[in-house]
Nanobody, 116 residues
Framework: QVQLVESGGGLVQPGGSLRLSCAASGFLFSSYDMSWYRQAPGKERELVAD?????????KYADSVKGRFTISRDNAKNTVYLQMNSLKPEDTAVYYC????????WGQGTQVTVSS
C-alpha cells in the first residue's frame, strides 16, 4: 500500500522557520522524483519545489520561495524534506508531497500558517 505522510506543519510567526517531512512507503522511493506543492484557500495548487530521483542532483523552486526554501531527500529513510526559512504570511497553505515516476502519488497534506 502506497503511503506519503507529511508532518511538521503548524503555526509560525513571520520570519520563522519550519521543516516539513514526507515519509514514503509502498514503492521504490529512490527511483521517484519528489515534489512539494501547496494550495492556499481559493487558489490553485502550485509547485513549490522538486528534486530528482536517486541522488537528488537537480532541484528546482518556485520563484516565490527561491533562496528561502530547500528541498532534500534521504533515500535510506524514504523521506523528503522541505526546509522553510524566512516564512511570510503568503506562504500560508496546505503543503502536499508528491512522488512521480510511472505513477503519481500524493500525500494528505499538512497545514502551514504564518501569522503574528
Amino acid at each position: 500500500q502506497v503511503q506519503l505522510v507529511e508532518s511538521g506543519g503548524g503555526l509560525v510567526q513571520p520570519g520563522g522557520s519550519l521543516r516539513l517531512s514526507c515519509a514514503a512507503s509502498g514503492f521504490l522511493f529512490s527511483s521517484y522524483d519528489m515534489s512539494w506543492y501547496r494550495q492556499a484557500p481559493g487558489k490553485e495548487r502550485e509547485l513549490v519545489a522538486d528534486i530528482t530521483s536517486f541522488d537528488g542532483s537537480t532541484t528546482k523552486y518556485a520563484d516565490s520561495v527561491k533562496g528561502r526554501f530547500t528541498i532534500s531527500r534521504d533515500n535510506a529513510k524514504n523521506t523528503v524534506y522541505l526546509q522553510m526559512n524566512s516564512l511570510k504570511p503568503e506562504d500560508t497553505a496546505v503543503y502536499y508531497c508528491s512522488a512521480r515516476a510511472l505513477r503519481v502519488y500524493w500525500g494528505q497534506g499538512t497545514q502551514v500558517t504564518v501569522s503574528s
